[in-house]
């Protein structure tokens, strides 16, 4: 993989986050019980890499669900399959029962084709050339039509008694802004489908009338059913690698990212962690390398999306900073400044800056393994109630020379000692003359030192 390609899987960024900051955290350096005229001290570091973990959905690949278990195969399909499964199944002549019996994989109103069977604990994939009957608007407008002959779908849905005609017509026409027209498929068509077709020559939706255009695939024999069987990568549409292949430091690596208790608010969910770290075991860039695009890994059984990211903080137009309150000993701040002249490139406002469950970012620490969140008791440059979305993300825009600065407050009755909280920003600018925007992450670790 190129490393543009592997920069740009951290959550859509493009600052690149490429690695770890170790989760585990300095605990309290005494026992003593801290109190509010306590001191404090406060140290920014940039974290050179962030991985972030979770389970993803099925989305792009293979609904499990979409797999017919072996007694519900319909019978007709039962011999051919295990043709197909033993070099191949043909006919020149194939049955009403069969073609009725591919049908039953068909899902949406297009019939779109999930053929997906489990025989003897194997998953199967088959594919045909069955004769499919087909149906499509002609994207043109119609002209000098006959009106008898149009069926206009806003008008006489109500009229169609059919729920098969109900289906194609729903295949056929567009709704709204989300359902575009599509093409009707079928091996079998349904009597009452070629009984409106018979009436019907257009349809009319809200793009206006066109003619329904029909045709039949695959219309000579022989005709034929293949199979092969569905792996990994088929099930979740991209390469998945087993941990069998895995270097053992990337493993524990890998198991630390999944193990973090860096999660909710900061992430979308409990289920997301992210392992904030310095180094990324050597072996994950030749891993990396070796896939056109980032695979998902398979550890105890379990299939995890685990982004690498490398931070770039010399793309990035702001400027970070923390300072102990003058006001309160248990109290700091953090400032985000847009700075155009930290960029490698030119770059100009809006600045947008984004952080899920606070802005700049939600903190915390850890005592004792719980964890204790410091409260925002301050804001400067952050407009309204915050977070002020109902994804849970904090969002503000600024121009230049303007910045956000939030004060923290470390809990009263939080031991001496050494603590880290790590937290991360989304910002977003433009580009004098580009389309799109540019757009990167900004990744730190504040150590904080209670005495």
């Known amino acids: 993989m ?5 920069l740009a899987a951290f959550a859509g960024s493009a600052v690149a986050l490429s690695g770890c900051v170790d989760e585990a ?7 003593e019980t801290g109190d509010a005229t306590a001191s404090l001290d406060v140290e920014l570091e940039r974290v050179p890499h962030v991985v972030t973990a979770y389970e ?3 989305s792009r690949g293979i609904d499990p669900e979409h797999i017919v278990p072996e007694p519900e195969i319909p019978d007709a399909l039962r011999e051919p399959l295990a043709a ?3 070099g191949g199944f043909e006919t020149t002549d194939p049955s009403d029962a069969l073609l009725t019996a591919v049908d039953e994989f068909r899902a949406y109103d297009s019939g779109t084709l999930k053929p997906y069977v489990e025989i003897d604990g194997t998953r199967y994939a088959f594919d045909h050339s069955l004769p499919t009957f087909t149906a499509e608007l002609v994207e043109e407008a119609a002209e000098g039509y006959d009106p008898d002959r149009v069926f206009t779908e806003a008008r006489q849905r109500d009229d169609i008694g059919s729920e098969a005609v109900e289906t194609f017509v729903d295949a056929l026409t567009a709704y709204g802004t989300n359902v575009a027209r599509q093409t009707y498929r079928r091996c079998r068509r349904p009597e009452s489908v070629a009984a409106f077709l018979g009436e019907y020559d257009y349809l009319e939706d809200q793009f206006g009338v066109s003619r329904i255009r029909t045709a039949v695939e695959h219309p000579d024999p022989p005709h034929s059913i293949t199979a092969r069987e569905l792996g990994a990568a088929d099930m979740w549409d991209r390469p998945v690698v087993d941990e069998s292949e895995l270097d053992a430091e990337l493993i524990t690596f890998f198991q630390r990212a999944l193990a973090s208790e860096h999660r909710a608010p900061a992430l979308p ?10 180094e990324v075991p050597a072996a994950y860039a030749d891993l990396a390398a070796a896939y056109d695009e980032p695979p998902y890994y398979r550890i105890d059984g379990t299939v995890y999306d685990i982004a690498v990211g490398e931070s770039r903080y010399d793309r990035l137009p702001v ?7 003058e006001d309160a000993a248990r109290e700091f701040s953090l400032t985000v400044a847009v700075a155009p002249e930290n960029a490698a490139a030119d770059v100009t406002g809006p600045y947008t800056f984004r952080s899920r469950g606070a802005l700049p970012t939600a903190l915390w620490v850890f005592d004792e393994g719980e964890r204790r969140p410091l409260e925002i008791v301050d804001t400067r440059g952050v407009e309204g109630t915050q977070p002020n979305r109902s994804d849970g ?4 825009s600024l121009d230049a020379d ?7 407050a470390v809990p009263s009755d939080l031991p001496a000692g050494t603590y880290a909280s790590r937290g991360l920003f989304f910002v977003s600018w433009n580009v004098p003359g580009q389309t799109p925007s540019e757009s990167g992450v900004y990744p730190f670790e504040v150590t904080i030192t209670v005495g």
């Open 2 to 6: 190129e490393r543009r390609a592997l």
């Open 402 to 408: 303007d910045e956000l600065t939030a004060t923290y």
């Open 319 to 325: 400027s970070v900073s923390v300072a102990p309150s």
């Open 25 to 31: 955290v300095t605990g309290p350096a005494t026992n």
């Open 56 to 58: 993803p959905s099925r």
């Open 84 to 86: 197909a499964r033993d």
């Open 269 to 278: 969910g409990p289920d997301r962690s992210q392992l904030f770290a310095d």
């Open 393 to 396: 993300e904090a969002l503000e």
